[in-house]
């Protein structure tokens, strides 16, 4: 009982520390996990005897279907290189269902977003003023770090607005720092992916915003943001960035030259395409793939520089390629499922008299934002690839999902 109430009195403890730590520590996005996930397991005899809201039950299937989908490159190669997706995808079952029973306030997680957005920009100037790296890239690499950065600083603006009004002026001041920081830390990372995501994200944002509060004014400020965007593709390493986008691009379309960042994944992308073709329904398989792309390269059929990776830069085609239309089915299902849980419909963001909980909107949006922006990142890289992209979605998901579920119980007094 004593652990009980240590653990098992709000995932304060340790789920808000998550984003705060996932990008300026050393594994940081790894200690509020497993903080998490040892609370989960010590109060097991409490919240095990609770009923599951069916979102859990949703949220947890998804993941489980992930889970099987890794688990059929084990017998590949036995270990824990092989064993290590899969066990992190059943290991945050155990706490979607703690924090079910358990839930974070949600005003904590909005702080622990802030203060991760805040340390991911600073620790970006640190990297590139002070030690004079080329682009900043935490301890993940530029791609994870910038990527990452930005979500936390879309999410911290998102919050922001809904809820001006509520938060204190200390309050508003961290949170305007978090899209400040947050933002120059994707911009110290160089990472254009992630601002190609942008382009898909502020629009779909904007428009939920409207929809969901009929204040029209937010088209105004995407157009706003729109012109700070251009504004700042003039500074001299974005520009650069983008120039040689263009001309990585130019040059493969005209030579067909692949040795370049963009040329390589245009050819990672055409060569995941035509094997996916042959094998639509079950893929390669992650052996498979290696191997019938070493004999394509030998045999002149595709460049050498495609060996350099074991994935397509792609989230989609990676997964067509190596587990056909039945793995991208399943990726479809593990972003849809939270897409599905988060969006913001009448019954999650507003009372019985019609009025609208601002908190509850946010934490539908961010949810909302979650999903998307991974399904944008995964157009250049395999996000799903790396550690700290697996472990912020399938933590982050839970957390905003039981933190909703707090406000419709409080305010409803029915499980949704």
Not at 9 to 31: D, H, I, Q, V
Not at 210 to 239: D, E, H, M, N, S
Not at 338 to 367: E, H, K, V, Y
Request: glycine share 12%; proline share 5%; charged share 10%.
């Amino acid at each position: 009982m004593r652990a009980h109430r240590w653990f098992g009195r709000c995932a304060n403890c340790g789920a808000c520390m998550l984003p705060g730590l996932a990008l300026w520590l050393p594994s940081g996005y790894s200690f509020g996990a497993a903080l998490l996930l040892l609370a989960a397991l010590v109060s097991v005899p409490v919240w095990c005897r609770r009923r599951a809201p069916r979102a859990a039950c949703w949220l947890a299937a998804a993941f489980c279907a992930m889970a099987a989908l890794w688990l059929l490159d084990v017998g590949v190669a036995w270990g824990w290189g092989s064993l290590d997706r899969p066990a992190k995808y059943l290991l945050v079952l155990p706490c979607i269902f703690y924090l079910m029973a358990f839930a974070p306030r949600a005003s904590w997680l909005w702080m622990g977003v802030a203060l991760g957005s805040i340390g991911s920009g600073l620790f970006g100037f640190f990297q590139t003023q002070v030690l004079d790296l080329p682009r900043a890239n935490g301890f993940t690499n530029a791609i994870q770090y910038g990527n990452l950065s930005m979500l936390l600083a879309l999410m911290s603006g998102l919050v922001l607005g809904v809820q001006w009004p509520r938060w204190l002026p200390w309050q508003r001041l961290l949170l305007v720092s978090a899209v400040l920081l947050g933002g120059a830390g994707s911009l110290l990372s160089q990472s254009r992916g992630g601002w190609l995501a942008l382009a898909l994200l502020l629009p779909v944002g904007a428009w939920l915003l409207v929809r969901t509060t009929g204040q029209r004014w937010v088209y105004g400020g995407l157009c706003a943001l729109v012109l700070v965007a251009a504004a700042l593709t003039q500074l001299p390493g974005v520009k650069e960035r983008v120039g040689i986008a263009r001309q990585e691009v130019q040059t493969y379309q005209e030579s067909g030259e692949s040795s370049s960042s963009v040329g390589q994944r245009l050819a990672h992308w055409r060569l995941a395409w035509e094997m996916g073709r042959d094998r639509p329904f079950i893929g390669w398989g992650r052996a498979g793939y290696m191997q019938e792309k070493a004999r394509r390269v030998a045999a002149g059929l595709a460049p050498p520089s495609v060996l350099d990776y074991g994935h397509a830069h792609n989230e989609f085609l990676d997964l067509f390629v190596k587990r056909g239309l039945f793995g991208v089915l399943v990726l479809m299902g593990f972003y849809g499922v939270p897409l599905a849980l988060f969006w913001p419909t009448a019954a999650r963001i507003r009372d019985a008299a019609g009025n609208m909980d601002r908190q509850s909107l946010s934490l539908c949006l961010a949810g909302v934002l979650l999903p998307l922006s991974y399904i944008g990142f995964g157009l250049t890289q395999v996000f799903l690839a790396h550690n700290s992209g697996n472990v912020f979605y399938l933590f982050m998901c839970p957390l905003l999902l039981a933190a909703l579920h707090r406000r419709q119980a409080r305010r409803t007094g029915v499980i949704a």
